[in-house]
């Protein structure tokens, strides 16, 4: 008889009943939905994100942590762990889920006006749109502060120029809700812009041949003069720190997220390790495959709990970035670890797509990348340990 990995932390217990019914409805979803589908849209690097979205829409999950316009007005905890089922299957559907919720709904949220509010927010919350976040650029990435992209004010209307890169959802979004620096000659501070698919100038290529989040939409956005009325721009975002503000929303979901991929990991490897004989005897019963199972029980469990912990910090409205950044950084590192060491144990198996476990591995370097680098939020913590910044 095995026991579930987390089973040994109770963490159970430490979850509220309304949570984890949440938890329970969006595990089955992802079992009974999306699990049958994942290696296949994997393999043909594809996610069928339209249909997905509305019925990622009715299960409740799109910025599920907002509240009115249609979101659920769930705590952090729920958010949390439906984006670790869902990533339980595949980062690349926690990701569609992080950057609808995450990014596109809350920019809008927390610094739209009541009319953009009131246009997107149903729409998105339904799965009837679909949203993008363009904030990197080709030539800045960990360093957003230097974008090019430029909006400039031509009498009412503003003109937006450049590139963004890496965009999830970019080339299958509805609205796109675009970063840029304003060079009206007296204000350069970064701005929010929301730019509906179809504008003219503004156009979206598919990054072709993935290896990691293959399950999930990436596009180069371009906006070559691309015209927008003053209603365009999000009116309470000025300066860096709003975009900054909405990534702490998606990198929350991943602190937990990750470790849902983590999760499916080592429950995975275990049920091979006990089923699968060598020398006579199952591969779980060598003391060497114990310690490795014994070891990222224990990693996944930290985790888990310092998840909890960062969960309930949020709910109280008491999270700081660099909070978030520590977390980011430890689900992701261990994840991946894990990932690696589950991928020793399931053999020549663990490189096919008959097993999660190769799929997570490289999803996760993507995850490593994305919404900050782990050396990125390395500097983040180290900041707030010595007081001293050393991006630069
Ligand atoms: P810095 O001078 O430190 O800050 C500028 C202003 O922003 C404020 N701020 C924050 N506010 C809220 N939350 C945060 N996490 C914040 N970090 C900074 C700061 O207080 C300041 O405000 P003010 O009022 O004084 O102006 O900025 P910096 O240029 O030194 O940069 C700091 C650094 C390196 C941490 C930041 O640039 C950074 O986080 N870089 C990483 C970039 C990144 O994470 N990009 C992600 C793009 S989106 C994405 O990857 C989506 S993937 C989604 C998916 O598919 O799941
Ligand atoms: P770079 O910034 O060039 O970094 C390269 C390496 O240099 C990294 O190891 C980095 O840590 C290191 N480095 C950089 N500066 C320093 C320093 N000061 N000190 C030490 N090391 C440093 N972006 C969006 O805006 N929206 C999206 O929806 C989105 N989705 C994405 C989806 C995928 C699949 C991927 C891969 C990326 C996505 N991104 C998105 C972009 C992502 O946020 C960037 O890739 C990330 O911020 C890193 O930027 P970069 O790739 O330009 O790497």
């Known amino acids: 008889m095995t026991r579930r990995p987390l089973e040994l932390f109770a963490v159970d217990g430490l979850v509220e009943p309304e949570e984890a019914e949440i938890a329970r409805t969006v595990r089955r979803f992802a079992e009974d939905r999306l699990r049958p589908e994942i290696a296949d849209w994997f393999e043909a690097g594809t996610l069928p994100v339209r249909e997905l979205a509305k019925e990622f829409g009715a299960l409740g999950v799109l910025g599920m942590h907002l509240d009115g316009h249609g979101c659920a007005g769930t705590n952090a905890v729920s958010y949390g762990l439906a984006c670790a089922e869902l990533e339980a299957v595949d980062s690349g559907l926690r990701s569609f889920v992080s950057v609808q919720g995450s990014l596109a709904m809350f920019s809008i949220h927390r610094f739209g006006s009541d009319e953009q509010k009131r246009e997107w927010l149903p729409r998105l919350a ?28 031509d009498g009412a ?50 990054i072709p041949r993935k290896l990691s989040l293959r399950a999930s939409v990436t596009a180069e956005l371009v906006l070559d003069g691309v015209r927008l009325p003053d209603s365009a721009r999000l009116p309470l975002a000025t300066g860096l720190g709003a975009p900054l503000a909405c990534l702490n929303e998606a990198r929350f979901g991943i602190v937990f997220g990750a470790l849902g991929a983590a999760r499916d990991c080592l429950e ?32 996944l469990g930290k985790g888990w709990l310092l998840a909890l912990h960062l969960g309930r910090l949020k709910d109280a409205g008491a999270i700081r970035p660099e909070q978030v950044s ?51 939020h390395s500097l983040v913590v180290g900041q707030a340990l010595t007081g001293l910044g050393a991006f630069r």
């Open 326 to 376: 520590l977390g980011k950084l430890n689900s992701v590192r261990e994840a991946i670890a894990i990932a690696r060491e589950c991928r020793t144990i399931l053999g020549g198996s663990g490189i096919t797509l008959e097993y999660p476990v190769l799929r997570h591995a490289v999803n996760l370097e993507s995850v490593l990348t994305y919404e900050g680098t782990s050396e990125m």
């Open 268 to 299: 995975s490897t275990l049920d091979y390790a006990v089923h699968r004989v060598q020398f006579d005897r199952p591969i779980a019963g060598f003391q060497l495959t114990q310690q490795k199972l014994a070891d990222m029980t224990l990693e």
């Open 126 to 153: 339904a799965g009837e749109a679909v949203g993008c976040f363009g904030l990197t650029e080709p030539d800045f990435g960990s360093n957003p502060a230097g974008m090019r992209t430029s909006a400039r004010r």
């Open 157 to 206: 209307d503003w003109v937006l120029d450049g590139t963004k890169m890496w965009i999830t959802n970019g080339s299958v979004a509805d609205v796109a809700t675009v970063w840029a620096r304003c060079i009206d000659g007296r204000d350069d501070g970064v701005r929010g812009f929301l730019v509906p698919a179809g504008t003219p100038g503004f156009t979206a290529r598919p």
